[in-house]
T-cell receptor
Framework: DAEITQSPRHKITETGRQVTLACHQT?????MFWYRQDLGHGLRLIHY???????NKGEVSDGYSVSRSNTEDLPLTLESAASSQTSVYFC??????????????FGPGTRLTVL | RKEVEQDPGPFNVPEGATVAFNCTYS??????FFWYRQDCRKEPKLLMS???SGNEDGRFTAQLNRASQYISLLIRDSKLSDSATYLC????????????FGTGTRLLVSP
């Protein structure tokens, strides 16, 4: 069955370290997204991609980067982890169609703690 | 003001009760509206889209009032399995896949 996976599921790191969170989907979806979820804020968009070699900044992109070298993967990198980046991170994907919106399918999340 | 606002709850209801959640959004250019469900420590999943004329899916009814920028979700005959957080979600505009999520309304259904 097609799916979207994230790894690791839990990560503890130290301030200043570079961290990469993986996201892999097997639906062949063109669109992929990274969100973070914190109490009192709901899910906030970090970065998104509409296809290979395409990346765009979301509303909370500072300190994060992504790259899209193939359809299946959109890794999220924290260049220099900060305690403010402690959060739950969700990756999502959706197909490209003529509609302005399609359902986004979410991965199981990565719980990141920065000490 | 947040783009999407919801009452965080929790709403505590007995099995079989009817419960309604409301949501307001600030961007009058928003075109698409949804309710997602999120179980504790799990990923969000689409519950239903919200159409201008209102729509129903089994025990769930969604309504949209564009003039008041207001969305509602009604759950009839609540089940224990309905206990979750319900996220109001709004698309930022045509041609974009970007979503704005509310902080969610928590529902607890008790026996």
């Amino acid at each position: 069955d097609a799916e979207i996976t994230q790894s690791p599921r839990h990560k503890i790191t130290e301030t200043g370290r570079q961290v990469t969170l993986a996201c892999h989907q097997t639906w062949n979806h063109n669109n992929m997204f990274w969100y973070r979820q914190d109490l009192g804020h709901g899910l906030r968009l970090i970065h998104y991609s509409y296809g290979v070699q395409d990346t765009n900044k979301g509303e909370v992109s500072d300190g994060y980067s992504v790259s899209r070298s193939n359809t299946e993967d959109l890794p999220l990198t924290l260049e220099s982890a900060a305690s403010s980046q402690t959060s739950v991170y969700f990756c999502a994907s959706s197909p490209r169609t003529e509609r302005s919106y399609n359902e986004q399918f979410f991965g199981p999340g990565t719980r990141l703690t920065v000490l | 003001r947040k783009e999407v606002e919801q009452d965080p709850g929790p709403f505590n209801v007995p099995e079989g009760a009817t419960v309604a959640f409301n949501c307001t959004y600030s961007n009058s250019a928003s075109q698409s509206f949804f309710w997602y469900r999120q179980d504790c420590r799990k990923e969000p999943k689409l519950l239903m889209s919200v159409y201008s004329s209102g729509n129903e899916d089994g025990r769930f009814t969604a309504q949209l009032n564009r003039a008041s920028q207001y969305i509602s979700l009604l759950i009839r005959d609540s089940k224990l399995s309905d206990s979750a957080t319900y996220l109001c979600v709004v698309n930022r505009g045509t041609g974009f896949q970007k979503l704005v999520f509310g902080t969610g309304t928590r529902l607890l259904v008790s026996p």
